[in-house]
């Protein structure tokens, strides 16, 4: 690739200057300024991702750039709030090409204007490692009102949206794990794209504000993050595993090799979000969620107690050895 | 170095959730909250440090988180904000050390405490590549007074903080620069102490608001900044280099090569204030920032048109063959 001979101004005024919100300056200014809605708290959150680690190298630049805002935007909307921006940090390598980088602007700006979480501001550097992405994203929710891991409570429902399991699964296909080349193209298509594109649930954003006592997106496997939530609110829960949704790819899998089912509640990237709710609360939540198109599974409820969540399935008491992810 | 063996969730429980602020849940939440102060806007920046880019690697660990947090708190309070806390991202390479990163936390911690500034949150990650530090710093303004670049109006003053140049010849002595080998101890030790810790002029930064028109921190170099600042003002500007503080230390190297006073006003990291102000206003900034001991230096005149500033001197016009220095 040949080395492109934009200075970092010229780079910004090209690709992102033209998808910068309000209270960017058009990227002109050292700072942007957000004006919060009134009686509103601001909730933050920063995700990187760097080459080589958080996806492929040959992945396409417009992929790479969906996938950094959405984990950051899961996260905000997890927490029951709604994106308002987000800032932008590029450490590019001198090998940087400016196709790649065009890609990438425009899926970003798809994704910004999708999710209405404009570019606010940003830094653009050489690096002589490898290309890392570093998103810091800011959204807005009724005061006192962010959904904590810590409001789960003892008799409170827990509960998950959507499937669980694919984005594992896909990044195994991507490794180009042997065992699932058994796998019909469908199937494998329907993971691979799981792994490459999270879809955060911004569409039950606001229920979950209103309805959930504890919540958090899915990220680092649905047995690890389950884990710290209730961790976080001093409580323990009895897990059904066979109520949590899975895809007819996913149980393919499940076929070809039954431990891959260990793996698909272990394993990260899902960005579904598990909730915990008051029991009366259950049946608003997987209405508003029905009515976007989202299934919300009862999976469990919230016990006494600071002992490991206890799983089970149809055939007994379930152990993971391994309960999370962890991409660091 | 030894491998560390701590997992991220304990590196993150031993070095930065005892510094972790309100509204940062202990660092165990996956979003921060700040709920904003009534009737202010916020302020919003980021900028990111990569180990041999913008810092030596054997620089010690408190050095750089110094600089990491303060050329972004420089970046809030050149806008006439004051910072209410930040988020850090870490990526850091597998020979990471923990002596150093106890040192990195613990500089950190004494900053946040100085500047009023809590770690809100943040993200840690692995690196194949070099160790990079990536800050969003967040601050308040009273609503719809950030000061912005382009304020700046025909008629208002041009004047800048403190002394200009330290931090460009203090990195030149760092790189072995032969010819400042002549210096005196004491002045070597200025000039690498200026670049070494930025001092974000945070004192004044309430006046600024009050009194400036535009302005915008001196990071990337003098001449080059306040070109910028004039541009987004679609201004110009006559410039007296002589009436520029520069310390005893940088003019003892201009004796020893009087090229150095062009890199003086044209290098980096002198994180001082440029700032526009209504004539009638220059008194009240010099008092308020002589007050906690900084000048304010008057040095031009802000003009008609968008040509290059005039920048002169008691011999005449000068012109900058390179007029800003950029990291990029």
Chains 1, 2 share one sequence.
């Not at 609360?281 to 198109?293: F, P, S, Y």
């Not at 299934?295 to 050895?321: C, L, N, Q």
Request: glycine residues 10%; charged residues 25%.
């Amino acid at each position: 690739m040949p080395r492109s001979p934009l200075t970092e101004d010229e780079l910004i005024a090209k690709f992102f200057a033209p998808m910068a919100g309000e209270g960017s300056f058009g990227l002109t200014d050292d700072a942007a300024k957000i004006t919060p809605p009134y009686g509103h708290d601001l909730v933050l959150t920063t995700d990187a991702l760097v080459a080589g680690v958080h996806f492929f190298l040959e992945d396409a630049g417009a992929a790479v750039a969906r996938k950094a805002l959405r984990v950051n935007i899961s996260d905000i909307v997890a927490k029951g709030a709604l994106p308002l921006g987000f800032l932008l940090t590029l450490a590019l390598p001198s090998d940087w090409d400016e196709a790649w980088l065009s890609d990438f602007a425009e899926g970003l700006r798809r994704d910004a204007e999708y999710y209405r979480a404009p570019l606010l501001g940003g830094d653009t550097t050489r690096t002589p490692g490898p290309l890392t992405i570093s998103i810091t994203a800011i959204g807005s929710v009724p005061a006192g009102r962010m959904v904590k891991r810590s409001g789960a409570r003892v008799g409170h429902v827990v509960a998950v949206t959507g499937t669980i399991g694919d984005a594992a699964l896909g990044l195994l296909l991507r490794r180009g794990n042997a065992t699932l080349g058994a796998l019909s193209d469908q199937h494998k298509k329907v993971l691979i794209d799981r792994y490459a594109t999270p879809r955060p649930r911004i569409e039950i954003a606001t229920a979950v504000q209103r309805l959930a006592s504890a919540a958090m997106d899915v990220s680092d496997g649905l047995v690890g993050d389950l884990t710290k939530l209730l961790r976080a609110s001093v409580v323990t829960a009895k897990i059904d595993l066979d109520a949590v949704l899975t895809t007819e790819a996913a149980r393919s899998a499940f076929t070809i090799d039954p431990k891959l089912r260990d793996l698909a509640f272990t394993g990260g990237d899902d960005y579904e979000i598990i909730m915990t709710l008051p029991p009366d609360n259950l049946h608003d939540m997987q209405r508003a969620a029905g009515e976007v198109g989202i299934a919300v599974s009862r999976i469990g409820t919230v016990t006494k107690g600071t002992a490991e969540p206890a799983f089970f399935d149809r055939s007994g008491p379930v152990r993971f050895t391994r309960p999370s992810f962890q991409h660091f």
